[in-house]
Every structure is written in C-alpha cells, then in structure tokens.
C-alpha cells in the first residue's frame, strides 16, 4: 500500500494553520470563570453527573473556582453533582457554558452540589454509596481548566449513557496555549498520585472493574503511570479492563517502548486516531517533527504491524466530521462515537471488539477502520499522597 502520509513541508504547513486557529479560538472563546459555584437545587426531569474528582492542582480560596493550575502539595478529591440543561434540542457532544455568574442549571451546565472527600476511608464510602462496581476514570489533556475537565467529563458521561461510576483525574493544566512545556512537565509530577488513585481503586473490594479514558496529552499520564505500576509489580491490576486513548500526544517512539513494558496479561488497549488532528500537527512540530500516536495512518508499517503484534486496536476517525475546527476532541464531539463507547462500556463488551454491531453498525466507515486483534491476554506526590478508594471503610 502507497504511504499517504504528508510530507514535511506539508506537515509544517499544517502545523501552522493549527497554530493560528488555536490563538483565534482562544481569542474568541471569552468563557467566564468562577462557574463552579453550588446552584441548587437539580431542575425538574434531570439528573446530574455525580462524579468523583481528585486532582494534583493547587486549592484556592475561592468556591467558585476551587482549584488553579498550579502544582498542588496534595492530593484532593471533591464529590461535585454536574447538572445538564433539559434542552431537547440539545446536540451531543456540546458543552453549554454559563454565560452569567452564578449558572442557571434550566440554561447551562451547573454544579448543584459539592462535598469534600477528605481521605481513603471517605472516598471508600463514597464509591460505596455512588458506585456500582464499574469505574470511569477520565483523564483530561493539554490547556485544560479545572472547570474545563469537570464540564466536558460531564458532558460526556451524560451523552454516552454510560453506567460506569465517574470518577475525574484533573493535573495542574494552566488552561494556557503558550504552557505546553509547563502542562507537559506537570503531568510527569502527577504520576505517583494517578498511581495511588489507580492501586487504590484496584484494592477496594466495591470496584469490580475499571475502566480508563484519556485524551490527548492526558494519554501520556496514563501511559507512564501503568508502565511504572508494571515495572513495579510485573503486571498491572487484573481489574483495569479497558484503556482508551483518544488523540494520544505521544511520541510514536515512545509508544511502542510503553506498551512492551506493560506485560502479561494487560488491559485491552484502544486507540482513537485522526489523520486530520491539527492540534497534534503543532505538537509534532513542538517535538521535533516527530510523529503522534493520535495522527497515525494505522494501514501503514510501522503501524500495521506493530498493532497486530501488540493486540491495539485503532479507530480511524479522519472521515468523521464534527465542531471541532481542531478536529482533535471528535470522541466526545461525534454523537456516533459517544453512543459507541458508553453503549460498549454499558453492555460490559471491549471497546476494542471489532464486532461492533448495534451503534457500530451506525457509524459504518469509522468502525471499518478498526484494525488489530481483539483484547488481550491480556512512591508519593509532595506531602501525604493516600490510597485513594482504599479499602478500609
């Protein structure tokens, strides 16, 4: 098969359309902060998100922001119950942001209550209490507001209709363009707390099964944690199912050393991928001009190898057309995509399951740019990091 990847020249032209359109949305995006504020009481025929956040940012004295982007001493959890407007005509995938102080839950995504989870012991109880042995951990990427992370796992998990139990890991993102080296670095500094989240949940007799699903720089996170957990202990926690990877930015390089230090068995791994992601056009010209995970051409080597030898299965999304001018969110912004995960995910089936049938067979040219086989046979942050979901309740 013919190489259809773009030369360099064409690369570089790329990447730096994808860095005009990142200053003009971000110019244009004039969100207000301090949205976080409790509103109460939830709106008549909705029910929110109740999700567990834990986070490595820096609190602030301020209950409608909670935390900044700054690296934090500790590891914090806080309940938040996320309510979504009860618009019928609203589109999945789309995040209806506050336009005043405080949110109108009737109009637009709104915190109806919070509560701190102050320790192992109390997030035991509040899995116990919310759960239903199935966890959701979602980690977010690059440019990313506390608020940002908590608003669009929300809108996520109320689109796919997933029954797992939601729980978010939020790192220190400055929710800057021009912070990509500072949200880089900050996600190395939280390995060692995703670390103890993930053992944490794997030890808690009330967690059956867990599930994780990170996007973009949040992929890398995810990645280096699970390969210090395998170094350590040889293999990762039977429990950790599924890891879904959307729009990976990671070096390809890399990539493959990660996966080989994962060992046996391992979770079933899932990539979303998008030829056209223009956000990891700029961060391959960042890198050095070397290749992201979340732009391959799964249908050419090294890849198609590579994939078959390691059991990955790749979702091509490069023909599916969303909002997104950047292209690089299209799990949670495809109405399509979002029914396929959550409907998977609800039916206990891999994501990873070429046999999509259902949802899949509505999305026609996506799931036939699944390649690969199926499955798989598959220390401490500054201050006192805990087991999070520890098992003593």
Partial sequence: MADTRPGKSERRGRAIVAAGLFLLLAACSGRPEGVLGVTGPVPEGTKPVDMLVVTTREAVDDPTKLFNGERGDAIHQTELKISIPPDPNRKVGD?????????????????????????????????????????????????????????????????????????????????????YAYDRESTNYSRDAFEALLRGAAANPDVKEISILAHSMGTWLTMETLRQIAIKDGRLPAKIRDVILASPDIDADVFRRQIARLGQPRPRLTLFVSRDDKALDLSRLIAGDVERVGAIDPRVEPWKSTIAKENVTVFDLTDVKTSDELAHGKYAASDDVVRLIGTRLIAGQPISDARTGGVGDQIGGVVSGTFGAVGGVAGSVVGAPFMVFGSGR
């Fill in 95 to 179: 995040v209806e942001w506050p336009d005043s102080r405080p949110p109108d839950p009737l109009r637009s995504f709104a915190v109806v209550d919070r509560d701190d989870v102050r320790g192992p012991k109390e997030g035991a109880e509040w899995f116990h209490r919310v759960g239903n042995g199935r966890a959701l951990i979602f980690v977010h990427g690059f440019n990313t507001r506390y608020d940002d992370a908590v608003f669009r796992f929300a809108q996520f998990v109320h689109d796919s209709k997933t029954d797992f139990t939601p729980v978010l890991f939020t790192w220190p993102s400055r929710g800057r363009l021009v912070d």
